[in-house]
């Protein structure tokens, strides 16, 4: 696909180009939308129109409704009917162009009209489509208008989906003959380190008649031109596809730790005058999965550590922005992950150019149902699936497969259709989705499959490359001898599902909390909503973090994991019902902060040293605590109270971590100390804080660039005079912007906030911290960002805005 990640050699490449060509379309929007359900085209009419910029998700904006009909899966908040235009004049040099609209992604419904002429209509709100607008334009000054209608009639999803024009919209300006979107495909057939040989099949729309030429150029990570294929077509007016090759020497391999990427320009050139040019990033690497050894990565055998992420970014909603998703990413791979799964559906084409750049391994997935309805949301994919499976699932391949962090598709999440025994729907089905993927791309095939029986459907039609397991961990030592036998290799497409809200402890620790539904919860549930973040919470069909891990690195076969999630995410907050209004399940919060299991799996996946302990240190005088304390790279590790020791205790067989439990709460200080051969490796403190005395603003980066889509994350801690942070403050945190920039959304990361996203001006800290999301205005200069509370000193960050 077209990369859109502005690398400095894309930006170079695109200098010279005197094509006007690409460019984004998110300016200059009026929006209107009825939040009913009724989907009443009345009642949407006589709405107001209002200026937005897109991406835009008129979801986010709505406060949280216990009575919206998305349930609290779709975290309380409503769909409906929305409708936005667009004007815009083409200068004349546009008249003797090919002009397309590009959309990576409506929710949902979505259909478009130029000038009253309608252009089509596309149902599944997670797919990327393009309209040819050349026939109904208007030039000379005149104005185009543009339209677009969406409909989200809930419940339609089993997580939150946001609403409308989420993500990126382009006008692309193509000559008369030019490259179809999505239009090159860039394989890998032989590499080792000493060479590869690069197909490069590009797809050649010619409405010319004249003699045509493709010259493509390879430039290599650095931006340094290294070769330049050219290919005469044949005077043909149509479409035509033209296969050129290259060998490249001792290549720079793209993997997990070195992700080194290389660029085809393409140029189409018609009596020499360039027509078109096409930007394509892609890797070379090789791979396989062996049943018996796991994942193979240019020869060398990797543990696919990954997550399981939605789309949606907490406070921003499902609006896509290319930071806030690179802020996730960097936050995982700090923990030690290198693996995403796009869970259960296309993703944005802007993550998928993150993960190439950031070396992770993608499971890219499609539908999350198939042809039967799925768990009570009647207005669901299913509707459709018939009439559009087949060219949702070939766009979506066509869209992602140059990408070289996608190294497997997956056709299916839990699907109805895998139970029945002797009903071959989902057979045929699997076979009909993974033929249509084999067309256009030879990655390996997979789907996730709850239904742990050999007569799963799934299974049976022996389609799929890979057997996708979720969850059932008590079952995987059994996988290929007596449960999924056969010569196909195994991978955990979802596992875990462990339950946590950060900095909350329930003891004792080794007591497993497992509700069976609602009504238990209601009953012996906590009454704020939180749940336990020692390793003793998870959903019923699931597992704690440790007892998923300390499988997964037993069996040698297991070739990866997706563990269930990576961040909370709005919506399903399996177990308890409204006001809860998110997920439980991430290792990060929903603002950004990691839980204690981050550093659980920081100590396992990385070399850099790891001393955390938990819990926090404020307890009642006499309370019997548990400490846990996650480390690496040491032999033992000592716990003190107040300086006095409290015993030294090392890991053993499969320990992930130590436990001091049972010991008796002394304020003051607890202190670990991890040791390597005797010799201090690190230590770590925890203090009994005191009240409430100030505040910390701490900015993750102090320069932006100007425009309005770099975001900076501003972390705010409650902290006592000493600095110590406090780990029950609730205070009201009050923010205020001065200069070149606004806030665009604040977070503290809880579960059950019902404040509405849409108040940017307060929100009250969780557990001592919040969160605040800056945006620049479109100008030079500086931000300044005051946060204060009622009898807390305040804080300031400043931002350079470049």
Known sequence: MMSRFYLALILLVCATNSFAQKSKFNDGWLFKADTANSLNEKALQAKPWRPVAL???WSIEQPFDGNSPSGNRGAALRGGLGMYQKEFILNNADK???IFIVFDGVYMNSTVWINGHKLGTRPFGYISFEYELTPHLKFNGQKNTLLVRAENKQPNSRWYS??????????????N???KNWGTYISTPQVSRHSALVNIETKIVDANNQQTELQTTIYDKNGKAIKTLVQALAVNSGEQSVLQQVTLANPDLWSVETPNLYTAVSRVLVNGKEQHRYTTSFGVRHFYFDQQKGFFLNDKPVKIIGACMHHDLGALGAAINVRAM??????LKGMGLNGIRTSHNPPAPELLDLCDKMGFIVMNETFDVWSRDKENTPYNYSLYFKEWHEKDLT?????????PSVFMWSVGNEIPEQQGGKDTVGRNITRALVNIVKRLDNRPVTAGMNYTQNDNNLYLSGALDILGINYHHKQWEDLGKNLFPGNKPYILAENTSALATRGHYDMPSDSIRRWAGIKDITKTGNPDYTMSAYENASAPWASTNEEALKLFLKYPYLS???LWTGFDYLGEPTPYPFPARSSYFGIVDIAGFPKDSYYLYKSVFTKENVLHVLPHWNWTPGQVIDVHVYFNNADEVELFVNNQSVGKKSKQADDLFVRFNGLKFEPGELKAVSRKNGNVVMQTVKRTAGKAYRLVAAVDRNTINADH???PFVKISVVDKDGNLVPDANNTLRYRVQGTGKIRALDNGYQADLEPYSNTSYRKAYNGLGLAIIQASGQKGKISLQVSSEGLQPSTVTIDVK
């Open 709 to 711: 889509e770099d975001l």
């Open 560 to 562: 990866g994991m997706y």
């Open 55 to 57: 991406p835009h998700d």
């Open 162 to 175: 946001g609403s409308g024009i989420y993500r990126n919209v382009w006008l692309d300006r193509r000559g």
């Open 395 to 403: 766009d979506h391949i066509l869209r992602d497969r140059n990408h």
């Open 326 to 331: 690179e802020r996730q990413l960097q936050i």
């Open 177 to 179: 003959t030019f490259v």
């Open 96 to 98: 003797n162009k090919r």
